[in-house]
Every structure is written in C-alpha cells, then in structure tokens.
C-alpha cells in the first residue's frame, strides 16, 4: 500500500502528428515527472487515453513506461471497464512485469446497481495478480460508488484503496471514519488534494502533476502556509485544463512547456482550441 501514498501522476499518452505513439516525448515526460519528485506512475487511464489507444498499443507503452521509469518509482496500470468478463479475460493476457497495481474504474454506462459494482469489482481483485484500486468518477460513468459499497470492498484483500474523484467531501468523510487502517483513500481532483488529505486521505491521483509534479508534491507534503499557496496556485489551470476535455488541456500545457512535441489527441477529442491554447499559455507565464 505504501507505494501508493502521496503523488501518483495520471500520465499523458503522448502523440506525433500522424497518431501514433511519441516514445521519445513519453520517455521526457516520465523523467520530467520523477525528478519532479512525484511517487509513482499511472499509465494509460483515462488521461493516459486508454479509450481510443488500441490493445497492441496499450502493450507497447506499458512496456515502455516500465523500461524509461528503471525501477525508480512505482507503477500502477490502468486496467478498467463495463465488461467484467473481457477484463478478466485481459487481466490474464497482461504483462504485469513492473507493474505493483491496478487502476479500475467503476463500470460505466450500464448503469449498474451497487451489488453489480461489488460483484464486478470482487471478481477482479480474485483474479489479478497484483492488488486493485477502485476508481470513482460518477461524471463519467454515471453511476457513483457508494461509500457504503466503498467500504464493503475494502475489506477484500486485494482491494488496497480509492481514487474518489465523486468531489463529494461528505461521501469522503464517510469512507475515511470507518475504513480499514490501511485502506487508501485517495484525491481523484487536484483541486480537493489538501481537504481529502486533512480528513484522512493518503494523496493524489493527479492530472497536473505531469506538467508540475514540484507544485503537488509541496501541496502535499509542505506547511500548511506553504501547501495553501500551492493548492491555490493551481485554480486557474485546473479549470482551463479540463474545458474542451481531459487530456486537451493537459496536453498543450505540456506543449507549451517544451515537454511533448505536439498536443495530438485522438478522435472524438480534438487538440486544444486557439483560444485555450493562449489562455493556458497566459496562465503557464505567471
């Protein structure tokens, strides 16, 4: 559970202008992140665009990320969603080499009950080889993760936490008063970093993190003088970064810090607009 404390980064997927994968950018963007102090990788989650990377793809970057990382910090992959049956049958297919954990998100437009949830996630936590973290992001999957069924997971052996992303304090609150010791409970929104961390959570899931990993780790870990000025520090990027999608504006924030070649994305998603694009460059200059 250790390895998944603090700043873990949900990181980019980066793209050349013809689509495929940047490996070259990939390589600069892990090292960028890990000198920027953070704890651990998150490869290919939703802002890593695992919707529209393909199967052969997925493996080919893994398997980079575990290569350029060297063994420096931890990597979780994320393996998610609406098929309980087909990601049994990817959990058996994936290398898990390098690999300490899992990401998986709740399942998303079936709109299950929470027994289904329950039934769904101890049905992968049985069958993976390394331990799982829930994920929990009703804006995009239109169902939330009780705390109720939250807490009745945590108690399987092979569930070691949460990425809340519900931005629900309250339903949060309710999981860190009755969960198990060791149960990570982790911010899923950069923004709700330090509250989460006040009542209990273990740290961050973060999107900005791949192009400020220095900022989240001080939000994390500075004073509270000091931490404060850091979480506030990002409220004007974090609302630009998502208003045209997640990863656009992460993207071209990375573009503009000379971190990744291009802000390519993959359909239905589009690069960030002109206008985003000058906004986020503004806001990266002050």
Do not use: W
Not at 58 to 75: D, Q, T
Not at 207 to 217: E, F, I, R, S
């Amino acid at each position: 559970m250790n390895a998944f404390k603090g700043t873990g980064v949900a990181l980019v997927t980066p793209l050349l202008e013809d689509q495929s994968i940047d490996f070259d950018s990939l390589k600069r963007l892990i090292d960028h992140v890990i000198e920027g102090g953070v704890d651990y990788l998150v490869v290919l989650g939703t802002t890593g665009e695992s919707a529209t990377v393909s199967t052969s793809e997925k493996a080919m970057v893994l398997k980079a990320c575990v290569e350029y990382n060297k063994g420096r910090v931890s990597v979780m992959l994320g393996l998610g969603g609406n098929a309980t049956q087909r990601l049994l049958e990817e959990l058996k297919e994936t290398n898990f080499y390098g690999v300490a954990g899992i990401l998986s998100v709740s399942p998303y437009y079936n709109k299950p009950t929470q027994e289904g949830i329950i039934a769904h996630y101890r049905a992968l936590a049985d069958a993976s080889p390394v331990p799982l973290m829930l994920y929990n992001i009703p804006s995009r999957t239109m169902s939330n993760l009780t705390a109720e069924t939250t807490l009745t997971l945590s108690h399987h052996p092979n569930i070691i936490g949460i990425k809340e992303a519900s931005g629900n304090l309250e339903q949060c609150m309710q999981i860190a008063t009755a969960k198990p010791k060791d149960f990570l409970l982790l911010s899923g929104d950069d923004i709700l970093t330090k509250p989460i961390q006040s009542i209990g959570g273990s740290g961050v899931i973060s999107v900005l993190a791949n192009a400020l990993p220095a900022t989240l780790k001080t939000l994390l870990e500075g004073g509270q003088d000091v931490s404060s000025a850091a979480s506030f520090s990002l409220l004007k990027l974090n609302s630009l970064i998502y208003q045209e999608g997640n990863p656009v504006g992460i993207k071209n924030l990375l573009l503009h810090k000379g971190i990744i070649r291009t802000d390519q994305v993959r359909l239905p998603l589009l690069r960030a607009s002109h206008a985003l694009s000058e906004k986020i460059r503004l806001v990266k200059l002050q």
